[in-house]
C-alpha cells in the first residue's frame, strides 16, 4: 500500500539547524545518560521525537500576539483575549490558565480528591494518574478491552467501557468518587480517539450517579478532527462544532495546551461549578499565579488564544493526521509492528512484538528506545513498564501494563517527509538485529513518575 506524504499547508520562514553527532559519541552519551532518553542533551540529537508537548513550530500570527502580550499583573488585555477563545471553543462558565496541564491537574486534585477516593477514566496519563496518587488518591483505568490488542482496527479505541465504568461506580459510589475523567484522545493507549456517542454515554453514567465530569482536552481537536472523519454523523459538522457538541457533555476539562493549542508552554482549567471554581482561584493563587495569568506571562496567553484556533483548522488537522499515518505506513510496509488504526499525534511500535526475546521486566521498549538513538541519533520515548509498571497498593506485586511501546511522537508543524523516510529507515535496519537485543536493569530509579529521572545498565 502507498500512503502519500501530504504537502504541508505551510512554508518555512525561520530554520533551525539540527546536526547528527557521530555514533562513537553517541554511543558515549548514551552512557553518561545513563540510558535514559530524558537526561541526553537537545543538541546530542537529529530528530527529537520524545514529544509533541511544546514542541510545535509557532507561526507567524502567534509571534505577532507574544509582539501585543500584555504583563500587566491584574486584568490584563492578554487574559481578556484568552478568555474569549476559550470562551468560545470549550464553553465552560469559567476558567483559569495555568502554566500547563498538570498545573490544572494538580489543582483540580488538590480540591477534589480524598484519600482511598477513585478517578475513573478511559486511560490516565502519567501526569494525571500521578497528581491522584499524590493526594492518595486510586486512578481507575477502564478502556475498552480491544484498547490493549495492538492489531485491532477499532476505529474509537480510546472508549470508556460502559459496562465497567457502571459496574466500577455500583460497587464503589458516588462518595468514593469525587469525579470521572476521559481522556481525548487516549495518549497512554495509542493516540486512539474516543467516540461522540461513548463521550455521551459516559457523561449521561456520570450525572445519573451525581459524579462530575471532567475532560482531558490535551488532544481535543486530532480527537474531534477522528470524529468527523469516522463517526456516522459528523462528516458535514465542523471540528469546532464538534467541540462545542464535546465539551456541553462535560462539567469541567484540564488541558496541557502545549498540544493542540501548539504553544511551548500553557494550560487550562475548565469548570462550570461557581464554589468549586472559587477553591480553585484561592489554590492558584496559592501555587501558580493570580487568576488572570496563572503562572504565565501575558505572551504566553495571547499565543494560546491564537494557537487554539490554529488547533482547529482543518487543513492543518489533515496535515497532521496523515503524516503522522505516513510515518506508520513505512514502518508496517516493513513487517514494524505499530498500534492499529493510527492514532493522531503519534506512532506507538509494538516494541514486545518487534523484541519478542526482551520480557517486560527487562524493558523492551527502552531497549528499542536506546537502539534508535545509537543508529539514528533519533528520540522516542517508551511507554511501557518503565513508565508504568507498579507495586499494586494492596499486595506490593509489580503489576506490568499491558503494552511496551515506543512512542514516535510527531511535533507539530516541524518535520518533514524526508525527516520521516530516515526514521523509518533506521527502524528497518534495528529491526533485521531484533534477535541480538538485549534489555536493561534500573540502577535507580523515584517512586512517581520514574521514567523521568531512572537510570539504567545493559543486561
Ligand atoms: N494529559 C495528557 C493526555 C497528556 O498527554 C499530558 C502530557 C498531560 C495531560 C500533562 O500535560 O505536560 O502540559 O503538564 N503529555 C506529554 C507527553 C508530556 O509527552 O505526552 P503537561
Known amino acids: 500500500m502507498t500512503t ?106 488538590a480540591c477534589l480528591v480524598k484519600p482511598e477516593q477513585y478517578i475513573p477514566s478511559n486511560m490516565h496519563f502519567d501526569t494525571t494518574d500521578a497528581n491522584i496518587r499524590a493526594r492518595g488518591g486510586r486512578p481507575v483505568n477502564l478502556v475498552i478491552d480491544e484498547a490493549s490488542d495492538p492489531a485491532n482496527p477499532h476505529p474509537f479505541k480510546g472508549n470508556m467501557d460502559i459496562a465497567k465504568l457502571k459496574a466500577f461506580i455500583a460497587e464503589y459510589g458516588r462518595e468514593q468518587i469525587p469525579f470521572g475523567m476521559i481522556t481525548v484522545t487516549n495518549n497512554a493507549g495509542g493516540g486512539q480517539p474516543v467516540s461522540m456517542e461513548n463521550l455521551k454515554a459516559v457523561s449521561a453514567v456520570y450525572g445519573e450517579a451525581g459524579i ?53 508552554i500553557g494550560g487550562l482549567l475548565c469548570v462550570n461549578d461557581e464554589k468549586l471554581f472559587q477553591n480553585i482561584k484561592n489554590e492558584l493563587i496559592l501555587r501558580e499565579g493570580f487568576p488572570t495569568y496563572g503562572g504565565l506571562a501575558g505572551r504566553d496567553l495571547d499565543a494560546m488564544a491564537v494557537g487554539l484556533y490554529e488547533g482547529l483548522d482543518e487543513s492543518y488537522l489533515s496535515y497532521r493526521i496523515a503524516q503522522t499515518a505516513y510515518l506508520a505506513q513505512r514502518l508496517n510496509d516493513a513487517g514494524i509492528p505499530t498500534i492499529q488504526p493510527t492514532g493522531g499525534h503519534a506512532v506507538y511500535v509494538v516494541a514486545n512484538q518487534l523484541l519478542p526475546n526482551i520480557p517486560n521486566y527487562e524493558f523492551p521498549a527502552q531497549s528499542l528506545g536506546v537502539e534508535l538513538y545509537r543508529e539514528g541519533g533519533i528520540r522516542g520515548v517508551e511507554i511501557g513498564s518503565v513508565m508504568f509498571a507498579h507495586p499494586d497498593p494492596e499486595t506490593n506485586q509489580w503489576s506490568y501494563p499491558a503494552l511496551e511501546l515506543l512512542r514516535l511522537t510527531i511535533p507539530r508543524r516541524v518535520y518533514t517527509q524526508s525527516h520521516f523516510d530516515y526514521v523509518a529507515d533506521t527502524l528497518v535496519k534495528i529491526k533485521s538485529r531484533a534477535k541480538e537485543m538485549k534489555g536493561f536493569r534500573l540502577t535507580y530509579a523515584p517512586e512517581l513518575l520514574r521514567h523521568f529521572t531512572a537510570r539504567f545498565e545493559p543486561l
Not at 28 to 37: D, F, I, P
Request: charged letters at 30%.
Open 4 to 109: 502519500i506524504h501530504p504537502p504541508e499547508p505551510f512554508r518555512i520562514k525561520v530554520m533551525e539547524p539540527i546536526r547528527l553527532v557521530p555514533r562513537e559519541e553517541r554511543e558515549a552519551k548514551l552512557k553518561e545518560a545513563g540510558y535514559n532518553l530524558f537526561s541526553l542533551k537537545a543538541e546530542d540529537i537529529f530528530i527529537d521525537l520524545l514529544t509533541d508537548s511544546g514542541t510545535g513550530a509557532m507561526s507567524q500570527e502567534q509571534w505577532a500576539a507574544i509582539m501585543r502580550g500584555d504583563e500587566s499583573y491584574a486584568g490584563a488585555r492578554s487574559y481578556s483575549r484568552l478568555k474569549s477563545a476559550v470562551e468560545d471553543i470549550f464553553g465552560f462558565k469559567y476558567f483559569i490558565p495555568t502554566h500547563q496541564g498538570r498545573a490544572a491537574e494538580n489543582i483540580l486534585s
Open 212 to 264: 462530575p465530569f471532567v475532560i482531558d482536552a490535551a488532544r481535543y481537536a486530532e480527537n474531534c478532527y477522528f470524529i468527523q472523519q469516522r463517526e456516522p454523523g459528523y462528516k458535514n459538522k465542523s471540528v469546532k462544532e464538534i467541540a462545542r457538541e464535546m465539551f456541553a457533555l462535560a462539567d469541567g476539562m484540564t488541558m496541557s495546551a502545549k498540544k493542540d493549542a501548539i504553544v511551548n
